[in-house]
């Protein structure tokens, strides 16, 4: 313990915490995010789209254009903060700057604004939505799989980081078109070695937006036994 500490104390002298919403040293010392700062990002109001949850235009509405035009195989999505400019740049710093700090800031809103959802899907497990090996190899960590992990931690509920694997390399989503981004990602995952046949699920990504990757997932495991799989993410988009 003493010694973690310590490791710790070096590693923030040398390489001191930034921020994850303007990049600079965080402001006071020893917060995850600066005081002057932590208001720039707020978590989606207003009203919802009942299945993906992104943000509607009109009250009257019950679902977006994207989830009226087509079923989504997953129950339900909830995403916690917009895909907007600031955690676009935030979250392009964090898995392609190595800014991986940047993670334990994402965990504590997924944790504080995540509950509510949790407490109504009472989920059995939660499971990352994985990206391929050579990935993680480059990167040195999985996302989604330390977001889950802080989650998981915060609620008591266990975490299968091997529920799915990725089984083929998919190119970037971005710049795909719905129909493109479906194909890309069709038969991405397969059932991995933490598999089980989950009651209740919930799948934990940094990003929703189509929902064509949570479909994958969520086909992959329906397909092999799960129940209600529904999905949590850090951000979500506005409307395709
Ligand atoms: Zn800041
Ligand atoms: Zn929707």
């Known amino acids: 313990m003493k010694k973690g500490i310590i490791s710790e104390w070096v590693l923030q002298a040398v390489y001191p915490r930034r921020c994850p919403l303007c990049h600079d040293i965080v402001m006071p010392k020893g917060k995850l995010v600066c005081a002057a700062c932590a208001g720039k990002v707020q978590p989606v109001?207003?009203?919802r789209c009942k299945k993906c949850s992104?943000?509607?235009?009109?009250?009257?509405?019950?679902?977006?254009?994207?989830c009226s035009r087509q079923r989504h195989v997953f129950d339900e999505?909830?995403?916690?903060?917009?895909y907007d400019k600031i955690m676009k740049s935030s979250l392009m710093k964090c898995k392609y700057g190595g800014r991986r700090e940047y993670l334990d800031y994402y965990g504590q809103m997924m944790v504080r604004y995540g509950r509510r959802y949790l407490?109504?899907?009472?989920?059995?497990a939660l499971a990352p939505i994985p990206i391929h090996k050579s990935q993680e190899r480059l990167r040195g960590f999985d996302q989604s799989a330390c977001l889950a992990h802080a989650v998981g931690r915060a609620f008591g509920i266990p975490?299968?980081?091997?529920?799915l694997e990725k089984c083929k390399k998919t190119r970037p989503q971005k710049g795909l078109g719905m129909d493109q981004r479906?194909?890309?990602v069709?038969?991405?995952f397969s059932a991995g070695r933490d598999f089980q046949p989950l009651r209740s699920i919930?799948?934990?990504d940094d990003v929703y937006t189509t929902g064509s990757t949570a479909d994958e997932a969520a086909r992959c495991l329906k397909r092999a036994g799960c129940g209600d799989v529904y999905v949590l993410t850090l951000c979500v988009g506005k409307g395709f």
């Not at 992104?54 to 994207?66: I, N, Q, V």
């Open 45 to 47: 109001g207003g009203p």
């Open 54 to 66: 992104k943000p509607l235009d009109a009250e009257e509405l019950e679902y977006c254009g994207d």
């Open 77 to 82: 999505a909830a995403g916690i903060f917009p």
């Open 119 to 124: 407490q109504h899907w009472h989920p059995q």
């Open 159 to 163: 975490v299968y980081d091997h529920m």
């Open 182 to 184: 479906k194909l890309n």
């Open 186 to 188: 069709r038969g991405a």
């Open 202 to 204: 919930v799948l934990v």
